[in-house]
C-alpha cells in the first residue's frame, strides 16, 4: 500500500484538533498541555507501526481518546492515558517513562490496562474466565481502566473488518460476553447496544443485514408515527409552558434479534420496535414534578397500560439511570413505550456514569458504583469461587434486574431480581447472614428460600446457633451469598481435611509410599475424586477404602508403566494434551438440580468428552443436546435461549447415590432387631429411608430400604449383616 505521507500526517493532525473539539467535558489549559503531551508521545511511540488495515497506528489511540472524550464524557487524565493505553504493550516505551512525563495517576492506569493486554487471549473458556477475574481485579486501582478498556474494544469492533473471519467471531463473543454486559452494568447505554449490535454484525451477519435493512424501511413510517403522537400533545405541553423535545428511540438490532428469537416470531410481529422519548428542560428541584406532570398530560390523551409503569426516578437504578417509562395506547391503537426524562436524566442514561460524575460535583461519594465496587470486590476476595463460577454469577448478576426492598427502619435496599430472604440477611451482613434462624416477609414469617419482591419490608431473625447448611446453597441466587455460604461450609470440610492430611501421611509412611505432591496428585486420580483438598477431607471422614490404599501402594512402583498403558487407551486429544495425565474420571452425564440422566447427543460443533465442562441446550426435534462451554455457539445459546439450557455434570457413577433394598431373613432371637439397626447406623454413607420386621412363630423377615453412595459399600453392609448371629441370608431386592 502506497501511503502519503503528508495527507497522513494532516490527517492526524485534524484527528487531535477534534478530539479537543468534541470532548463533553471543559477543558481547562492544563489539561490541553497534559493531552498534547500525550499526544506527541503516543505519535512517537508508535511511529513505525500501522494497524491490520494498513493506517498509521497512532489513529487507533486517538479515535479510544475521542470514545473516552466524547461519548463518554471523561477527564483530561483519562484521555490521556486512552492515547498512550497502547504504548508500554506495544512500543519502546516502559511504565517508568510514562510516570516520568505523566505522573502517578496516568501510570497507573496504563498499567492497568497494559496488564489486561497481557493476559493470553486465550481459547480455554476457563482461562478466559481467569483474565476476566483479573482484568476485574484491576478495577480496584482505578474504574477508568476498565471504562478505557471498554472503549478500546469498541473501536477495536469498529474496525474489524480486516481481521480474519474466525478472528472476528471470537472477538464478538467475547464482546457479547464480557464487555457488553459490563457496560450495561455502568450505565453506559449506549456503548452497550453498539458493542452488541456490532457483535451481531460478525456472529450472524445474514440476520443482522435483514434486520438493519427492515428497520431503514420502517423509518419514514415511524417519523410519521412521531409526528402523529407529538400532535396530540403539543397544545397541552406548550400550555403549560414546558420547555421540551419529542423524539423516537429505535429498539437496538440486537434487542430486535433477540426478541424475535425468544418468542420465535417475525419482524412485523415485535411490537415494541421503538419508544418515544420526551425530554424536558428543568431546574432541579422541579425534575421529579414536572416528570408527572408530562405524564399526566400523556394519560389524558392516551390510555396507559398500569403494569408498565416504571418509575426510575423516584428509585433509580444503583448505576444512576433515571427516567419514567409508561406504555400506552397511541394512536392507530398501537401500544407504545414513552420515556420520560429530564435533559439531566437523558445525560446519565446516554454516557452513564461519567455524566453521573458530572452532575454529582465536589466530594460527595457516588454510592452507586461505590457499593458496585465493594461488591465486586467481595467476590473476588473469596478464593473459593472456581473462575468460571465467578463469571456465570457475574453475568448473571450484571443483566439481573433489581428490585427494592426495606429493611425494618424503613431503609431501601437493592437486590437483583429473583433475590430470596436468605440472599437479603447476606446484602445485609455476613454476620446476618450466618446466622439467619429465619425471616419475616410483611410481618409474615417465610421459610428462608422465599423470593422477595420490590416493596417488600422484610426482617431477619437470627440466632446465635444457626449456621450455614449445603441447602442454603439453592436458597440463594446472589454471588455474595453464594460465596459466604460456600466460604463456611469449606471451613468445616478444611478442619476434617486437615486431619484427613496427617492420617495421610502416617498411612503412607506405614505403606511405604513416599509422600510427596506427586503420589497425593496420583491418589487424587486413583480414588477419583477433584481435588487433595477432597482427598484429604474423604481420609478425615474415614471413606477411604483401605485395601484399595494398599492396591494403590503396590502398583506405586510400576506407576510410569501404568501411566503410558493408560495413556495408550484414553482418547487422543483433550484429557492428555492439557495435561491432566491419565484418563477422565468421569463417565457419566447427570442433568439439572436432581442430576437426573437423560437421554442426549453430543454436540457435533464442539464434540464434548468425558470431563469436559458442559450445558445441555432442549432443542425442537432432537432432544437434550451437549455443548462444551466454550463451545462458539455457547454464547449465542447461552444469551438468546438462557431458558431452554440445562445444567449438565459428567460425575463418577461409582459414586452415584441410589437407592437400594435388602431383604434378611433369620431365626428370630432377642436383640436381633437393636443388632440390626447398630450395624446400619454405624456404617458410613448409608442413608435409611425405610424399615420394616416382620416374625411368623421364629422366623424372621426384615425389609430396609436405604440410599447408599455405591455398590462397594452395599457389599460391605451385607456382609456385616451377615455376621450377625441368627440372620441366614441377605439378598437384594
Ligand atoms: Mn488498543
Avoid at 274 to 300: G, H, N, Q
Avoid at 418 to 434: N, P
Avoid at 715 to 721: C, F, S
Wanted: one cysteine or more; aromatic letters at 10%; a positive charge.
Amino acid at each position: 500500500m502506497l501511503i502519503d505521507e503528508e495527507t497522513e500526517n494532516k490527517e492526524i493532525a485534524k484527528q487531535y484538533k477534534d478530539l479537543l473539539k468534541i470532548s463533553y467535558l471543559q477543558l481547562s489549559a492544563v489539561d490541553k498541555k497534559l493531552i498534547r503531551l500525550a499526544f506527541n508521545t503516543a505519535v512517537d511511540a508508535h511511529k513505525t507501526q500501522r494497524r491490520k488495515s494498513g493506517e498509521a497506528y497512532i489513529f487507533h489511540p486517538i479515535a479510544v481518546a475521542k470514545i473516552v472524550a466524547s461519548e463518554i464524557g471523561l477527564d483530561a487524565t483519562s484521555i490521556a492515558a486512552a492515547l498512550l493505553h497502547d504504548t508500554v504493550e506495544d512500543t519502546e516505551y516502559t511504565l517508568d517513562d510514562i510516570e516520568r512525563l505523566f505522573g502517578n495517576t496516568v501510570a497507573k492506569i496504563v498499567h492497568g490496562l497494559t496488564k489486561i493486554s497481557h493476559l493470553k487471549k486465550d481459547k480455554d473458556v476457563s482461562l478466559q474466565a481467569e483474565n476476566f477475574r483479573k482484568m476485574l481485579l484491576t478495577l480496584n486501582d482505578d474504574i477508568r481502566v476498565i471504562i478505557i478498556k471498554i472503549a478500546d474494544r469498541l473501536h477495536n469492533m469498529q474496525t474489524m473488518d480486516a481481521m480474519p473471519e474466525y478472528k472476528q467471531v471470537k472477538i464478538a463473543s467475547e464482546t457479547l460476553y464480557i464487555y457488553a454486559p459490563l457496560a450495561h452494568r455502568i450505565g453506559m447505554y449506549n456503548i452497550k447496544t453498539e458493542l452488541e449490535d456490532l457483535s451481531l454484525k460478525y456472529t450472524e451477519p445474514n440476520r443482522f443485514d435483514a434486520i438493519k435493512d427492515k428497520i431503514e424501511q420502517s423509518q419514514e413510517e415511524q417519523t410519521q408515527y412521531i409526528k402523529a403522537f407529538s400532535k396530540f400533545l403539543k397544545t397541552s405541553l406548550d400550555k403549560e409552558d414546558l420547555n421540551y423535545f419529542i423524539k423516537g428511540r429505535s429498539k437496538s438490532i440486537y434487542s430486535i434479534h433477540k426478541k424475535m428469537q425468544k418468542q420465535s416470531i417475525n419482524y412485523e410481529q415485535v411490537f415494541d420496535k421503538f419508544a418515544i422519548r420526551i425530554v424536558y428542560k428543568s431546574m432541579p428541584k422541579d425534575e421529579k414534578f414536572l416528570a408527572w406532570k408530562i405524564y399526566s398530560i400523556v394519560t389524558d390523551h392516551f390510555t396507559p397500560n398500569p403494569t408498565r409503569l416504571r418509575d426510575w426516578i423516584s428509585s433509580p437504578k444503583s448505576n444512576g439511570y433515571e427516567s419514567l417509562h409508561i406504555t400506552v395506547m397511541g394512536p392507530n391503537n398501537k401500544w407504545i413505550e414513552v420515556q420520560i426524562r429530564s435533559e439531566r436524566m437523558h445525560e446519565i442514561a446516554e454516557k452513564g456514569y461519567a455524566a453521573h460524575y458530572r452532575y454529582k460535583q465536589g466530594d460527595e461519594k457516588d454510592s452507586g458504583i461505590e457499593g458496585w465496587l465493594n461488591r465486586l470486590q467481595e467476590v473476588l476476595e473469596s478464593k473459593d469461587s472456581s473462575a468460571i463460577d465467578f463469571v456465570e454469577n457475574f453475568k448473571l448478576n450484571l443483566y439481573a434486574e433489581e428490585i427494592f426492598v426495606f429493611t425494618p427502619q424503613g431503609e431501601l435496599k437493592s437486590l437483583p431480581q429473583g433475590s430470596s430472604a436468605l440472599d437479603f440477611a447476606y446484602s445485609i451482613h455476613t454476620e446476618i447472614g450466618s446466622k439467619t434462624r429465619g425471616a419475616r416477609v410483611n410481618g409474615k414469617l417465610v421459610p428462608l428460600s422465599r423470593t422477595v419482591k420490590s416493596g417488600d419490608s422484610v426482617e431477619i431473625i437470627t440466632s446465635q446457633n444457626a449456621k450455614p447448611t449445603a441447602n442454603w446453597l439453592d436458597y440463594v441466587i446472589t454471588s455474595r451469598a453464594r460465596n459466604k455460604i460456600k466460604s463456611s461450609l469449606n471451613e468445616e470440610k478444611n478442619k476434617i481435611a486437615e486431619e484427613g492430611k496427617e492420617i495421610l501421611r502416617r498411612k503412607l509412611k506405614h505403606l511405604r509410599v513416599e509422600n510427596n505432591e506427586k503420589t497425593i496428585q496420583q491418589l487424587v486420580l486413583y480414588f477419583k475424586v477433584n481435588s487433595s483438598l477432597d482427598l484429604f477431607y474423604r481420609v478425615g471422614l474415614g471413606t477411604v477404602d483401605n485395601r484399595k490404599l494398599k492396591e494403590f501402594a503396590t502398583t506405586y512402583n510400576n506407576s510410569f508403566l501404568n501411566f503410558f498403558k493408560k495413556r495408550l487407551r484414553a482418547k487422543p486429544g483433550k484429557s492428555i494434551a492439557e495435561g491432566e495425565g491419565f484418563v477422565s474420571r468421569y463417565d457419566k452425564l447427570v442433568f439439572g438440580k436432581e442430576r437426573e440422566e437423560l437421554q442426549y447427543k453430543l454436540s457435533p460443533c464442539c464434540n464434548p468428552i468425558a470431563g469436559d465442562k458442559v450445558f445441555g441446550f432442549v432443542t425442537i426435534n432432537e432432544g437434550i443436546k451437549v455443548h462444551q462451554y466454550n463451545c462458539s455457539n455457547a454464547v449465542s445459546l447461552q444469551s438468546s435461549y438462557a431458558y431452554r439450557i440445562v445444567p449438565a455434570w459428567w460425575i463418577d457413577s461409582g459414586e452415584q447415590e441410589f437407592t437400594a433394598e435388602l431383604v434378611l431373613h433369620g431365626i428370630d432371637q432377642q436383640g436381633l432387631v437393636n443388632q440390626v439397626t447398630r450395624v446400619i447406623s454405624n456404617s458410613m454413607n448409608v442413608d435409611i429411608k425405610k424399615i420394616n420386621f416382620q416374625t411368623e412363630e421364629e422366623l424372621f423377615k426384615g425389609t430396609l430400604t436405604m440410599r447408599v453412595n455405591n455398590k462397594q459399600t452395599l457389599k460391605k453392609l451385607k456382609q456385616r449383616l451377615l455376621k450377625i448371629t441368627g440372620i441366614e441370608k441377605v439378598a437384594r431386592q
